[in-house]
């Protein structure tokens, strides 16, 4: 059993920045690959970002790509979601995943190839 809990989400203005965290529960988080989703109302649950078990390998959606950064501290037990020059269209009930059986070299969109789920922290970004 994964337990997983997102912290850092919050109001902010278009442009701002924002950091999110994801702790992992468990020894072997450095097995994981992990994922950040995000779900906006009305709207079903997009990808946005993956990163390798080592950290050293990482996948963006187009939407994202720039401006968005998904890290990890294996150490910590934690990966992170730099989110910068945000916009409104970014806001949306943000979620961290782990997919315990990770295939080398394959980076993950999918959100049923993810085991767990976070409960999701709110993002808001006013105009």
Same mark, same amino acid.
């Given at each position: 059993?994964?337990?997983?809990? *997102?912290?850092?989400?919050?109001?902010?203005?278009?442009?701002?920045?924002?950091?999110?965290?994801?702790?992992?529960?468990?020894?072997?988080?450095?097995?994981?690959?992990?994922?950040?989703?995000?779900?906006?109302?009305?709207? *079903?649950? *997009?990808?946005?970002?993956?990163?390798?078990?080592?950290?050293? &390998?990482?996948? @963006?959606? &187009?939407?994202?790509?720039?401006?968005?950064?998904?890290?990890?501290?294996?150490?910590? &037990?934690?990966?992170?979601?730099?989110? &910068?020059?945000?916009?409104?269209?970014?806001?949306?009930?943000?979620?961290?995943?782990?997919?315990?059986?990770?295939?080398?070299?394959?980076?993950?969109?999918?959100?049923?190839?993810?085991? @767990?789920?976070?409960?999701?922290?709110?993002?808001?970004?006013?105009?």
């Amino acid at each position: 059993q994964v337990q997983l809990v *997102e912290s850092g989400g919050g109001l902010v203005q278009a442009g701002g920045s924002l950091r999110l965290s994801c702790a992992a529960s468990g020894r072997t988080f450095s097995s994981y690959a992990m994922g950040w989703f995000r779900q906006a109302p009305g709207k *079903e649950r *997009e990808f946005v970002a993956t990163i390798s078990r080592s950290g050293h &390998n990482t996948y @963006y959606t &187009n939407s994202v790509k720039g401006r968005f950064t998904i890290s990890r501290d294996n150490a910590k &037990n934690t990966v992170y979601l730099q989110m &910068n020059s945000l916009k409104p269209k970014d806001t949306a009930v943000y979620y961290c995943a782990a997919d315990t059986h990770p295939s080398l070299g394959v980076m993950i969109t999918t959100a049923r190839d993810y085991d @767990y789920w976070g409960q999701g922290t709110q993002v808001t970004v006013s105009s």
